[in-house]
């Protein structure tokens, strides 16, 4: 502050301005990095965790937007490095004219040695000024030397992760085309599969729906049957007991023998002999016209069969005659039934 306020007003404008200018570049120099910093930071993000493809295109281009920044504010630290370079051989001669005018002064004075002595000491202080800018220039120039080579740096980086990004892009872009196609086929199959299925179900009812009708006639005819079975046997019924009825008036019928079930076998001869006949009790002496009748008994509900005696004995008078086969072909004798008479 002290040699600010020495300085003459002119060149205490000019070492403002320089100063700001070194201000300005400062802050820009800052930013960059935090550009660069920022950038670095996004790639660590993209190598970390394979984001949704939509934040990795915004990621991209966030990239490319702080790429032409970058490559911008570089234009920008070059044009203002030039112009301070400029600036300070502006400085330099308008020193060296100072100090010629000072050289050509005419007649040593008091006061024009103290002018001098205050000329020089303010060309020393702003030499030093200027020196100290121009190593100040000499820094930032190599600051954006490094910067640049970052960048180169970031760029390359930048591309390998790009590339990589593009791939894996394009790998979940193939294994989603893949995913919907065999989601498509799967729902192709799946809307086959219930078509089958409701024509089953269908097929299934109608033939349900079938049977059932085809059970319900039969039931309804065999419900019919039943009927005319019930009438039948009614019929029969009344039947039975109004034939009971007439033959208990017509002729006495001799009750059943003793020992129910099957008659007895009659003895049969031996073989080659003749089978003994029937025994048959003598017919009644009142009515000799009358032919004799035998019972049988036949199953419960149904009427009792008489059957004339004369046919039976006609026939086992037929049975009991020889043959005349040859007795080799003779086999054991039929079995005989003995029938009651009254």
Avoid: W
């Avoid at 930071?41 to 990239?63: D, P, V």
């Avoid at 910067?147 to 590339?163: G, H, L």
């Avoid at 023998?257 to 073989?271: E, I």
């Amino acid at each position: 502050m002290d040699d600010q306020q020495t300085l003459p007003p002119h060149f205490q404008n000019e070492f403002d301005s320089m100063k700001n200018e070194i201000d300005k570049l400062k802050k820009l120099n800052d930013d960059q990095k935090d550009m660069i910093y920022d950038q670095a930071m996004t790639i660590r993000g993209f190598q970390k965790g394979g984001a949704a493809n939509k934040n990795m295109e915004e990621k991209l281009t966030k990239m490319k937007a702080i790429e032409t920044e970058l490559k911008l504010k570089n234009v920008e630290l070059e044009q203002k490095s030039k112009e301070l370079e400029i600036e300070n051989e502006a400085k330099n001669v308008r020193i060296k004219a100072l100090e010629n005018i000072v050289s050509t002064t005419n007649g040593p004075s008091q006061s024009s040695n103290n002018d001098k002595q205050v000329l020089q000491d303010e060309t020393k202080k702003l030499q030093s000024i200027c020196d100290k800018s121009e190593k100040k220039i000499k820094d930032l120039e190599a600051k954006m030397v490094e910067t640049e080579n970052q960048n180169v740096n970031q760029r390359k980086i930048y591309q390998t992760e790009n590339e990589k990004l593009k791939a894996i892009v394009e790998t979940r872009n193939i294994r989603i085309t893949e995913l919907n196609a065999t989601i498509r086929n799967h729902e192709k199959v799946e809307y086959n599969f219930r078509s089958k299925i409701t024509e089953l179900e269908e097929n299934y009812k109608a033939t349900l729906e079938r049977k059932m009708e085809l059970k319900n006639r039969e039931i309804n005819e065999v419900k019919e049957k039943m009927k005319k079975m019930a009438d039948e046997i009614k019929k029969c019924k009344s039947e039975s007991v109004s034939g009971i009825q007439e033959q208990s008036t017509a002729a006495p019928i001799l009750p059943t023998p003793a020992k129910r079930g099957r008659p007895r076998k009659s003895k049969v001869a031996k073989r080659g002999g003749r089978p003994p006949k029937a025994i048959l009790p003598p017919p009644p002496s009142s009515n000799e016209n009358v032919t004799p009748t035998a019972t049988v008994s036949v199953k419960r509900g149904r009427p009792k069969k008489v059957i004339p005696l004369p046919s039976i004995e006609n026939k086992e008078n037929k049975e009991n005659e020889p043959s005349e086969e040859s007795p080799a072909k003779r086999g054991r004798p039929k079995k005989r039934v003995a029938f009651f008479s009254p």
